[in-house]
């Protein structure tokens, strides 16, 4: 009841200075509102990085080869056939399925139109590993074997679209040979896992990327292992095969696991930032609103003066100014909450983003407007506590 | 009832000291209607602010209700004020944000010792409302009542907490001749029926001759009992 009526005296208090009010609410909702926008959209960015590797799945791993000797990429030494996949399954027992790729880059053209893409070789494994999903025809397989067949990725199908409504079992030359389009694909959420730019590229049978360029090598290879795999282990046993196998090759192992850790230390360290950000504009915020309860309290004397005459104590007059500053602190953090919530939201929108509410940032809104409430109105409202009640009321 | 013995109150004014009391002894019995008069500077205000606890002597002692309060500080003192005293001031001194009735209850808000519900205060406040004949007007803000209105508002906010003193200072100082004796007959009635005693600060003497007892300061002394 005592409470009820505090805070019904306190909104009364509030309300016959509506602007100072106002202007008060404002300095803590933008504080309230960096803090929760900033935090939450570090956190929608994280969750969309991390959704790239959990559609993937956690269980994969990927090879880059390397000459030891120099660092550079493979040169002299002896490369990775297709021929050694089969060798490379049995390192582990928990390898499901091998996905070797090759990148090159070659001069593209449709009809007499340039084309800017990758060129992918790959076997069908790699449709499986990487997700990749067919919008028509089929992807390249086995039989394929050395044929001048092409899977195009799809942004590449677009621009072809603006001049043929179906760009299947037509062609386009790559250097001299030209390669008939057997499959188009549906846009694929890129992901920092896969290192080529599957939506940019084309995709042809793994050997018919030696034809095109003698010097190609598979420096790349994808790995899908069983569910809950042991990754140390598995990384342990490739590695010695692959030693036996090309002792001259570094191998960098990459996982979705490694990346993840990586990102969540990253997250780390960037929110910390973000809420140092945040907090300057809080502080001011809260700077503010102490202003504003240093006017109110001198403006207020005479009140005050009434207030103790009646029998009011020091604790009840510091009481009163705490619950308006609180009062206005948690107003404007609410605020901000809703509003920073509403920032990250738009930003997800504009991003492409899944957008959720996370509880961490509306708890430490509110938690902080609080804190701040507390801290900026402790002073005025000590200092209207201990006015001496008869200079306060002939104010 | 209050006793005052000896007080003596020097302010430091400008580096300089200026003794408004120069030890004054007062004593007020219970129930009785007691008028301080003097002219501006006379003391008679700084002799209120200490029969009221709002200020402190320099040295000598201070009873209320044979409790002596000289070694009283901060806390204590404001219980005491809102236990046994009640305030009436010439400009009313109402919160304008408040109704009538709402500043009738204010001080029992603050009253620690004695928890009510809020119904019961406003049962109170009612009460009190209706004595000073004002219980139609509770729910007006100050702003929307006369001077004398206010007053009677503020009469009420006195008497709500029962107190055993009111201190009055130039309590129809603001007011026509008309309404100045309605409240008079207000403070007259409170001590007869409730045996509350009231001390009046003032400077006229017309007002001091209505009192059972009008007690003349004068350059910080006391002058004359009469």
């Known amino acids: 009841m005592e409470f009820i009526s505090s805070f019904r005296e306190a909104m009364l208090n509030l309300l016959s200075a509506k602007l100072r009010s106002f202007l008060a609410i404002l300095g803590v909702l933008v504080g309230t509102g960096s803090v929760v926008a900033l935090i939450s959209s570090s956190q929608l960015a994280t969750a969309h990085a991390l959704l790239q590797f959990k559609t993937l799945g956690t269980n994969l791993i990927s090879l880059y080869l390397r000459d030891e000797s120099t660092g550079e990429k493979s040169g002299q030494s002896k490369e990775f056939k297709l021929t050694d996949v089969e060798q490379l399954k049995k390192a582990s027992s928990q390898i499901v399925l091998i996905a070797p790729y090759t990148i090159g880059f070659q001069s593209m053209f449709y009809g007499s139109t340039p084309i800017n893409g990758q060129i992918i070789g790959a076997t069908e494994s790699f449709a499986k590993i990487a997700k990749v999903d067919l919008s028509s025809g089929r992807f390249v397989s086995y039989i394929d074997e050395r044929n001048f067949f092409c899977v195009i990725g799809a942004k590449i199908a677009d621009m072809i679209k603006k001049s043929t409504l179906n760009p299947l079992y037509t062609q386009i030359r790559v250097g001299d040979v030209f390669f008939t389009i057997v ?4 846009p694929w959420p890129e992901n920092f896992f896969i290192s080529a730019d599957i939506n940019n590229s084309i995709i042809i049978p793994l050997r018919a990327s030696y034809f095109l360029d003698k010097d190609t090598h598979i420096d790349n290879i994808l790995m899908r292992l069983i569910q809950n795999p042991n990754i140390n282990l598995v990384k342990t046993q490739i590695s010695a095969t692959m030693t036996e196998m090309l002792p001259k090759k570094k191998i960098v192992f990459n996982s979705p696991e490694q990346l993840i850790h990586l990102i969540a230390k990253q997250r780390q360290t960037y929110t910390y930032l973000l809420i140092a950000i945040g907090s300057i504009s809080l502080v001011v915020g809260g700077i503010g609103v102490m202003n504003i309860m240093l006017v109110s309290v001198v403006e207020r004397r005479r009140e005050i003066g009434i207030r103790m005459a009646i029998g009011a104590r020091q604790s009840d007059i510091l009481r009163m100014f705490l619950i308006e500053s609180i009062m206005l602190t948690v107003f404007g953090g609410f605020l901000g909450v809703v509003f920073g919530i509403f920032t990250s939201y738009i930003l997800a929108v504009f991003s492409h983003w899944h957008f959720y ?10 938690v902080v407007s609080l804190i701040v409430g507390i801290f900026s109105g402790f002073y005025p409202a000590w200092r209207a506590s201990k006015l001496d009640p008869i200079l306060a009321m002939l104010s | 009832m209050i006793r005052l013995v000896d007080v003596k109150k020097t302010y430091r004014m400008g580096g300089n000291d200026y003794q408004a009391l120069k030890g004054i002894n007062i ?72 109704s009538a009735i709402e500043n009738v209850i204010l001080p029992l808000t603050y009253r620690h010792e004695e928890k009510m519900s809020m119904h019961d205060m406003k049962q109170r406040a009612h009460d009190m409302l209706k004595i000073v004949g004002m219980e139609k007007h509770g729910d007006h803000r100050p702003t929307e009542l006369s001077g004398g209105q206010q007053q009677r508002v503020a009469i009420a906010r006195a008497l709500v907490g029962k107190p055993s003193i009111i201190m009055a200072d130039e309590p129809t100082g603001a007011l026509d001749t008309k309404t100045s004796q309605q409240i008079m007959d207000l403070l007259k009635d409170q001590v007869e029926q409730t045996e509350t005693t009231v001390v009046i600060i003032t400077h006229s003497l017309e007002l001091a001759a209505q009192c059972q007892r009008a007690i003349h300061i004068r350059d910080g002394l006391i002058q004359e009992t009469a």
């Open chain 2, 27 to 98: 004593t007020v019995a219970k129930a009785e209607l007691v008028a301080i008069v003097g002219a501006s500077g006379s003391g008679k205000t700084t002799t209120m602010n200490i029969l009221g606890l709002l200020d402190k002597p320099t040295s000598g002692k201070y009873y209320l209700d044979n409790i002596d309060t000289s070694e009283f500080t901060g806390d204590k003192l404001a219980a005491l004020r809102n236990l046994r005293l009640g305030f009436i001031f010439q400009q009313y001194f109402l919160l304008p944000k408040l």
């Open chain 1, 183 to 186: 499959g188009v694909l549906k």
């Open chain 1, 357 to 366: 509410i996370y509880g961490a940032p509306v708890v430490l809104g509110f």
